[in-house]
């Protein structure tokens, strides 16, 4: 059969470790026998990184600007042991986090659900959605470890001079202070793009925030979604019959665990981070996850939501066999491709891209799984597969159908 040809490339990012070895088997297994793929590529692996000092993250992101769909596999960010493991020049910053600030985007999370994985919180029935916001608070910290006695300040001095100037605390002994930061212009941009995917997707909207503690910083989030939502969405979200409602974090939490799905959860960056892990844990495992990014120009970065998988790929360098979970990243390729044949007008490649998201979860469903979903399933009788063989049963189920 001749190849689905592509007109505009797809900027793709590689990652790290056992990842990046995920990636090729599903480039040579499930995309390039049948797709003429074009792609714009970047190795986002850490040394690579180290050897341009990270102006490889940043050329990816004007990249993706430029062509509007990009594709990432999973990347480290360095601690200090990776300092030290990968003879690293300086602590990188998290590859997602420059991207996410180049874009202004919002990042979307839901489970990959699938017979036969059922999830922990056993009421829920349809996914939910999480929306991260992806720009600031600790992604853009600036910290200092304080040596010892003296008083710690948070000043702004405007462009006009002007002064604001608030003590933090005064310190008797050492301690670590930490500055956060966020943007109106951001938080606008995070607004809109929560409220124009949930009109999208026909889904209500929840926002959760801390602002009975957090009384400016956390309340200003609330103050620019009620704003926004009143001038531009409600009348829409009236009409669809959709519900927008702000709520503490707290109570959010309390109600998530007691509805069926089906809505979208608007979280601030950290929250996002921490709850859409929980949501993808309780629906299964990790790598039963998808994850975009969303800018609010229309460009689309299609990630893992997971990361690189270290202890899996220490036991590949040593020639053991790993089961590793790949389908985050086969759904990261998948929504990619699909956005891609949607602005270039293919539907050849829409259609495979639905129908290698089928074929991947047929296989699970009859039975071939990684040793992850074979330890939680309710199937019986599951084969457990490793890696490469998982992904070629796909690719027979794919050919199959």
């Given at each position: 059969?001749?190849?689905?040809?592509?007109?505009?490339?797809?900027?793709?990012?590689?990652?790290?470790?056992?990842?990046?070895?995920?990636?090729?088997?599903?480039?040579?297994?499930?995309?390039?026998?049948?797709?003429?793929?074009?792609?714009?590529?970047?190795?986002?692996?850490?040394?690579?990184?180290?050897?341009?000092?990270?102006?490889?993250?940043?050329?990816?992101?004007?990249?993706?600007?430029k062509y509007g769909v990009a594709v990432k596999c999973a990347t480290i960010t360095p601690n200090a042991a990776r300092v030290t493991e990968y003879d690293l020049k300086e602590m990188w910053k998290?590859?997602?986090?420059?991207?996410?600030?180049?874009?202004?985007?919002?990042?979307?999370?839901?489970?990959?659900?699938?017979?036969?994985?059922?999830?922990?919180?056993?009421?829920?029935?349809?996914?939910?959605?999480?929306?991260?916001?992806?720009?600031?608070?600790?992604?853009?910290?600036?910290?200092?470890?304080?040596?010892?006695?003296?008083?710690?300040?948070?000043?702004?001095?405007?462009?006009?001079?002007?002064?604001?100037?608030?003590?933090?605390?005064?310190?008797?002994?050492?301690?670590?202070?930490?500055?956060?930061?966020?943007?109106?212009?951001?938080?606008?941009?995070?607004?809109?793009?929560?409220?124009?995917?949930?009109?999208?997707?026909?889904?209500?909207?929840?926002?959760?925030?801390?602002?009975?503690?957090?009384?400016?910083?956390?309340?200003?989030?609330?103050?620019?979604?009620?704003?926004?939502?009143?001038?531009?969405?409600?009348?829409?979200?009236?009409?669809?019959?959709?519900?927008?409602?702000?709520?503490?974090?707290?109570?959010?939490?309390?109600?998530?665990?007691?509805?069926?799905?089906?809505?979208?959860?608007?979280?601030?960056?950290?929250?996002?981070?921490?709850?859409?892990?929980?949501?993808?844990?309780?629906?299964?495992?990790?790598?039963?996850?998808?994850?975009?990014?969303?800018?609010?120009?229309?460009?689309?970065?299609?990630?893992?939501?997971?990361?690189?998988?270290?202890?899996?790929?220490?036991?590949?360098?040593?020639?053991?066999?790993?089961?590793?979970?790949?389908?985050?990243?086969?759904?990261?390729?998948?929504?990619?491709?699909?956005?891609?044949?949607?602005?270039?007008?293919?539907?050849?490649?829409?259609?495979?891209?639905?129908?290698?998201?089928?074929?991947?979860?047929?296989?699970?469903?009859?039975?071939?799984?990684?040793?992850?979903?074979?330890?939680?399933?309710?199937?019986?009788?599951?084969?457990?597969?490793?890696?490469?063989?998982?992904?070629?049963?796909?690719?027979?189920?794919?050919?199959?159908?």
């Amino acid at each position: 059969m001749a190849k689905i040809q592509m007109k505009t490339p797809l900027v793709e990012m590689d990652g790290d470790e056992m990842t990046r070895i995920l990636w090729k088997m599903i480039k040579d297994e499930l995309l390039i026998p049948y797709i003429d793929l074009k792609t714009e590529y970047y190795d986002l692996g850490l040394e690579h990184r180290n050897e341009t000092d990270d102006q490889v993250t940043v050329d990816s992101a004007e990249a993706t600007k430029k062509y509007g769909v990009a594709v990432k596999c999973a990347t480290i960010t360095p601690n200090a042991a990776r300092v030290t493991e990968y003879d690293l020049k300086e602590m990188w910053k998290s590859p997602n986090g420059t991207i996410r600030a180049a874009l202004d985007g919002t990042v979307f999370r839901a489970p990959i659900q699938v017979k036969g994985i059922d999830p922990c919180v056993k009421n829920w029935k349809k996914p939910i959605t999480l929306a991260r916001h992806a720009y600031g608070d600790v992604y853009k910290n600036t910290e200092i470890k304080v040596p010892g006695a003296g008083k710690a300040e948070l000043v702004f001095t405007g462009d006009d001079g002007t002064e604001i100037r608030e003590t933090i605390h005064t310190f008797d002994g050492p301690g670590i202070i930490q500055g956060i930061h966020n943007t109106d212009k951001s938080i606008t941009s995070f607004a809109r793009a929560c409220f124009s995917y949930a009109l999208d997707t026909k889904q209500d909207l929840w926002f959760a925030t801390k602002d009975t503690i957090s009384k400016k910083y956390d309340h200003n989030f609330k103050d620019i979604f009620q704003d926004i939502f009143d001038r531009e969405y409600k009348e829409k979200f009236e009409r669809e019959g959709l519900e927008y409602f702000y709520t503490l974090i707290d109570d959010a939490v309390a109600r998530v665990m007691k509805t069926e799905g089906g809505f979208i959860w608007a979280c601030k960056n950290y929250d996002g981070d921490v709850m859409s892990d929980m949501v993808s844990s309780a629906c299964g495992s990790m790598p039963m996850m998808t994850s975009v990014l969303v800018s609010p120009d229309g460009v689309y970065e299609y990630e893992a939501a997971h990361g690189t998988v270290q202890r899996h790929y220490y036991k590949h360098l040593k020639g053991e066999e790993t089961s590793t979970n790949p389908v985050a990243t086969i759904f990261a390729w998948t929504g990619a491709l699909r956005k891609r044949g949607e602005l270039d007008s293919i539907p050849e490649l829409m259609e495979f891209a639905d129908k290698l998201e089928r074929a991947t979860l047929t296989t699970i469903e009859d039975g071939k799984m990684t040793k992850d979903l074979a330890l939680i399933t309710s199937l019986e009788n599951v084969t457990v597969l490793n890696s490469r063989d998982f992904v070629r049963a796909i690719r027979e189920t794919f050919d199959a159908m």
